[in-house]
């Protein structure tokens, strides 16, 4: 089965950017074009990208609907949007824009029955849930939420969730290696997971296919060059 590979595209106040432990930085990649980071990985073979509105996730309003909406209209590639998502109008918000598939994000978790809701409108292919973990346990960046990990993907699975994307919240924007035990962790559960956290190399994406994911979100390393990006995706097509 092919392994789909996203390369991510950060967006803060409409340029690239990348999240650190104090919050969203500036990025000089492509210039902080992120108009010109999508059509290089587009060039590169990618058919899905991994866009996140970082100022709706930190600043619970949303910035960047126009460099969305320009990314989701590019040929030959899916929009794959993230950034704090926790209601029903929000997911529709970014379809609105283009996306194909939008990210519940966990913060949003400790509402079963809004994550209901927007499982219950959704039609099939278009959302996935943000898995965040910390030290064994859901804790989404920037709050306070600690969930039990089992408990929350049983519920999940019970009420309709189509796919998990789970984030090593460690090893976000840095290139140390994914968490390969969370992610056969998360894979028990029984529903498709993409995985995020610390991917630098096509031996990371293999041992996280090989883990239980059917695909990754490549972010500092696709963005600063470190991965073989084209050589990432055309493994992954075969």
Known sequence: MPFTVLPAIDLWECKLALLTPDGPVPSDAFGGDPLAAADAYIAAGARWLHVVDMDLAFRGEPANADVIRTISARDATRVQASGGVRTAAQVADLRSLGAARVVVSSAALDDEEGVAEILGRSRPGETAIGIE??????????????????????????????????????????????????????????????????????????????????????????????LDLSGALAWSAV
């Open 133 to 226: 973990v910390s030290d064994g346990r859901i804790r989404p960046r920037g709050t306070d939420l600690d969930l039990e990990l089992a408990a929350t993907l049983g519920w999940l699975a019970a009420a309709g969730a189509e796919a998990l994307l789970v984030t090593a919240v460690d090893r976000v924007a840095t290139v140390t290696g994914p968490d390969t035990a969370l992610v056969r962790r998360v894979a028990r559960a029984g529903l498709p997971v993409l995985a995020a956290g610390g991917i630098r190399s096509l031996s990371d994406l293999e041992a996280i296919r090989d883990a239980g994911a059917e695909g990754a979100v490549v972010g500092r390393s696709a963005l600063e060059g470190s």
